[in-house]
C-alpha cells in the first residue's frame, strides 16, 4: 500500500476534461496558479526553483477511475494503441507529467503557463525542467512521429456555424462565458468523422454531432466542408430537472439554454447527400 499526498492543487479555470489541451500549447495565451499546501514547509521547498524557466509537474488524472491495455488516441486515424506507447489518461496509475512555464513565485502561488490539466487536479511532485536532462528532440518517437508529420499539413476541412449555430455559440459566450468553438473548429477540421474517443457520433437521423464537455454540436459533412448546425444541452431537460443534478457542468447554463431554444434541433437536411461519410482520415 503506498500513500501519496499532493502538495498542491492547479486552478485553471478549465471544469471540463474537454476544454483541456491534450498537451500544453507553447502559444496558447493562458496562465494559471499552482497552490501548494500550507504549513507543510514547502515555502523552503520552493527555494532555489526561480531560476528556472520550466517545472515538471507530476500529477494524477482524478476524473479518472478506469483503465484500459489498448486505448484510441484522440488524434489520427481510429487505431488503438498500447496504453504505455500513449499519453492517454487512462492508465493502471493515473499519473500525469506536464512541463509547464514557470512565470512567477509568490509564497505559496505558482504562477505558470499553458497547461493541460483541469482546475483542481492534484499535484504529486514538481521537478526543474533541465533541458540537458529532459530533452531529446532528435529522437524517433513511434507512432507520434508520422502522426506529427500529417497533422502539419493545413486542416482538410473547412468548418463553418449555421446562423443559428452561430447566435447560440455567441449566446453562451457573451451570458456564460461558455465558448468551445475554437476547440469545435480544430477538432472537425482535422476529421469529422465518427470516432469514439473524439466523441463523434452519427444519429438515427444521418447527422452527426460532436460531445463538447457538457454540450453537443450537431454537423453535416459535404466533400470537405463541415458545417455546424446547431448546438445543444448534452443531457435532455427531464434529466437536468432531477434532484441531485447540482453537480452537472454548466447546469444553470444548459436550463437557460432551453429555455431559450426549447426545439433547438431544426429539421434534419433535406437533402441526405449532405451528410456523408468522411473521405480520408486526418492523416
Ligand atoms: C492526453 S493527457 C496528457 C497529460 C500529460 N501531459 C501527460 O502526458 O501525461 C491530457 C488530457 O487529460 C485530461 N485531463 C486533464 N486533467 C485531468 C484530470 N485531473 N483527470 C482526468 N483527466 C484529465 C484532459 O482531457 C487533457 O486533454
Known amino acids: 500500500m503506498l500513500a501519496l499526498e499532493p502538495i498542491g492543487y492547479i486552478r485553471t479555470g478549465k471544469h471540463l476534461k474537454f476544454a483541456a489541451l491534450h498537451q500544453p500549447e507553447e502559444a496558447a495565451p493562458e496562465s494559471h496558479v499552482l497552490e501548494m499546501q500550507p504549513g507543510r514547509g514547502y515555502q523552503d521547498g520552493l527555494r532555489d526553483l526561480d531560476g528556472f524557466s520550466r517545472i515538471w509537474l507530476i500529477w494524477w488524472f482524478h476524473k479518472n477511475t478506469s483503465w484500459r491495455p489498448m486505448v484510441l488516441p484522440p488524434r489520427g486515424p481510429a487505431v488503438r494503441r498500447g496504453v504505455f506507447a500513449t499519453r492517454s489518461p487512462h492508465r493502471p496509475n493515473p499519473l500525469g507529467i506536464t512541463p509547464v512555464q514557470l512565470r512567477r513565485i509568490d509564497g505559496l502561488l505558482l504562477h505558470l503557463g499553458p497547461c493541460d490539466l483541469i482546475d483542481g487536479t492534484p499535484i504529486f511532485d514538481i521537478k ?9 528532440p532528435s529522437e524517433p518517437a513511434g ?68 460531445g463538447c464537455g457538457a454540450w453537443r454540436a450537431h454537423f453535416a459533412v459535404l466533400g470537405s466542408a463541415v458545417q455546424v448546425l446547431f448546438l445543444e444541452p448534452g443531457f435532455p431537460l427531464r434529466f437536468l430537472h432531477r434532484p441531485g443534478r447540482e453537480a452537472v457542468p454548466d447546469l444553470a447554463a444548459q436550463l437557460a439554454f432551453l429555455e431559450r431554444w426549447p426545439a433547438a434541433a431544426p429539421l434534419p437536411p433535406s437533402s441526405p447527400q449532405m451528410v456523408e461519410e468522411n473521405p480520408r482520415e486526418a492523416t
Open 143 to 210: 507512432w507520434i512521429d508520422s502522426l506529427d508529420a500529417a497533422l502539419a499539413a493545413p486542416p482538410p476541412f473547412v468548418v463553418s456555424l449555421s446562423p443559428l449555430a452561430q447566435a447560440q455559440a455567441d449566446w453562451l459566450q457573451s451570458h456564460w462565458e461558455i465558448d468551445f468553438q475554437p476547440r469545435l473548429a480544430q477538432l472537425l477540421g482535422r476529421d469529422p468523422s465518427p470516432h469514439r474517443t473524439r466523441r463523434i457520433k452519427r444519429a438515427a437521423d444521418g447527422l452527426l454531432s460532436i
Open 128 to 136: 526543474p525542467y533541465i533541458p540537458a536532462y529532459d530533452s531529446f
